[in-house]
């Protein structure tokens, strides 16, 4: 996705990829975003999604024999299924060509959109907007979402190859905002009356955090921010983390958590990520949102930022402070402090002797409330009190990406657990939201049997979502 959005800048200077925040210095496929539904931080543009694929499937013909079948639905004119003749040539064969010519340095045509039912389907969720800013009880996206082609969400059960995405319209002009509230009740009513007002006038990205996250991020995530603000999040911070990974593996005693404890230990000698003024918000203030407005030729910043005027005077300023960004460093901030709470956490857990668990859910529209934790209704035992609980989101769509730190010999697991059933039974929110099942969740039956369809076999990612590991989905 990096690389995809580097691509799209030299391509199209006032276009931009789906894709330019999130893990970008990981530099991701585009086809692991399709195969999850990720993109929290794209609120305008929604998770990522496309009808239009090729992809590989597995089944078994009436001899008995194992069958690979490319399904293309990419819908690009000249390599339609009904373009080539039996034995002569092949969509892959064709996609390999263009694909190498272009990796060489030469110049090739830009291909089109057939007129087929492929070449006009979806190639990303246009509808989100809407969706996002209808005020109901419904998430606005997550994992077991069974719409789509079956490339989408198909967390490994199909092989996907290539993947057509709608580009988007590069803002003119855009600012930053920190904004800090004193309650939380106070940031949600901000989210319904200021960012998802109507679907026209949506901001870039809107992002949540914490007290629990700022104190770990300014205590355990200055080294890896300031990196960021220097080198950028990509290849360069790509190949400093691989590097990381690489002396975590290195077989001396304590390599897995050596770099962290580097990290921790030299972290009060850095510069602090935030300008002074922001800090002074994050240390009086509990909660806080990095938000981004751009224009786009409509009127939408003056708008979003009218709204927020008014939600100021009306709520007051000892309930809410507003800071605008002054000039790209302050903005590059705001995203590395955000970008690195993930790996801050787990910094700050090697360096304070704790254990951590993560997880990732969608909470209702027109909900949000905090998950309870502690003592479990009708229940004898109760749940084990964090000694910090991170909380941080894509606030525009209501997903949530929290990190626990327990003392050690909690069993962090049935912590994990816990949590998952007050998401689900008692604010009715659906988990996991962009991260996979992998084998720890059960997906719902709908989308099992919906990953058994497009898997008779099971020879793709088994087990996955709680589905059989043996052959066929057998017992």
């Known amino acids: 996705i990096s690389d995809l959005s580097a691509k799209v800048a030299s391509w199209f200077s006032d276009r931009e990829s789906h894709s330019v925040l999130g893990s970008m210095f990981l530099n991701p496929t585009t086809a692991a975003g399709v195969a999850y539904g990720s993109g929290g931080t794209q609120l305008r543009k929604g998770p990522a999604r496309t009808d239009r694929a090729l992809y590989a499937k597995v089944s078994r013909d009436?001899?008995?024999?194992?069958?690979?079948?490319?399904v293309n639905t990419l819908g690009i004119d000249g390599i339609e299924d009904t373009d080539f003749q039996p034995g002569k040539g092949s969509v892959v064969e064709q996609l390999d060509m263009y694909a190498r010519d272009v990796k060489e340095?030469?110049?090739?045509?830009?291909?089109?959109?057939?007129?087929?039912?492929?070449?006009?389907?979806?190639?990303?969720?246009?509808?989100?907007?809407q969706k996002v800013c209808r005020d109901d009880g419904s998430v606005s996206r997550f994992n077991a979402d069974t719409?789509?082609?079956?490339?989408?969400?198909?967390?490994?059960?199909?092989?996907?190859?290539?993947t057509v995405h709608d580009t988007f319209p590069k803002p003119e002009q855009s600012k930053t905002y920190w904004v800090s509230f004193a309650v939380f009740e106070t940031s949600l009513a901000f989210r319904r009356e200021v960012c998802l007002d109507n679907p026209s006038d949506l901001p870039v990205s809107v992002e949540y955090m914490d007290r629990d996250s700022f104190d770990v991020v300014d205590g355990a995530g200055r080294v890896m921010g300031n990196l960021i603000k220097i080198v950028g999040a990509g290849s360069i911070m790509g190949k400093l983390w691989q590097l990381k990974l690489w002396i975590e593996a290195l077989p001396f005693n304590g390599a897995p958590l050596f770099c962290d404890k580097v990290l921790f230990n030299i972290n009060g000698f850095t510069p602090a990520l935030l300008p002074s003024r922001i800090m002074d918000a994050g240390r009086k203030m509990d909660h806080h949102v990095a938000m981004t407005i751009g224009e786009f030729g409509d009127g939408t910043m003056d708008r979003v930022l009218e709204r927020m005027d008014k939600f100021v005077e009306d709520r007051g300023e000892d309930k809410i402070k507003v800071y605008e960004c002054s000039g790209s460093g302050e903005e590059t901030s705001l995203m590395a402090f955000r970008f690195?709470?993930?790996?801050?956490?787990?910094t700050w857990c090697v360096g304070n002797g704790k254990q951590g668990i993560s997880i990732d859910y969608a909470l209702p529209k027109n909900g949000g409330a905090?998950?309870?934790l502690g003592k479990d209704d009708g229940e004898a035992s109760s749940q084990p009190i964090p000694v910090k609980r991170m909380r941080y989101s894509h606030f525009g769509c209501n997903?949530?990406?929290?990190?626990?730190?327990?003392?050690?010999?909690?069993?962090?697991?049935?912590?994990?657990?816990?949590?998952?059933?007050?998401?689900?039974?008692?604010?009715?929110g659906k988990l996991p939201a962009e991260h996979g099942h992998g084998t720890e969740y059960h997906a719902p039956e709908e989308a099992q049997q919906r990953w058994k369809k497009m898997d008779p076999l099971n020879v793709f990612n088994p087990g996955v979502g709680g589905?059989?590991?043996?052959?066929?989905?057998?017992?």
């Not at 929290?402 to 604010?427: F, I, N, P, R, T």
């Not at 589905?467 to 017992?475: A, E, I, V």
């Open 399 to 428: 997903v949530v990406h929290e990190d626990l730190a327990y003392e050690a010999g909690v069993d962090v697991h049935s912590a994990k657990m816990a949590l998952k059933k007050s998401v689900e039974h008692k604010c009715q």
């Open 105 to 129: 340095g030469y110049r090739r045509s830009m291909g089109k959109s057939s007129k087929s039912k492929f070449g006009t389907a979806q190639a990303s969720d246009a509808q989100y907007p």
């Open 467 to 475: 589905l059989s590991t043996k052959f066929r989905y057998q017992d």
């Open 370 to 372: 905090v998950p309870a």
């Open 62 to 70: 009436k001899w008995g024999e194992n069958v690979i079948a490319v």
């Open 147 to 162: 719409e789509g082609e079956d490339c989408n969400r198909s967390e490994g059960k199909v092989l996907i190859l290539a």
């Open 340 to 346: 690195v709470a993930a790996a801050a956490f787990r």
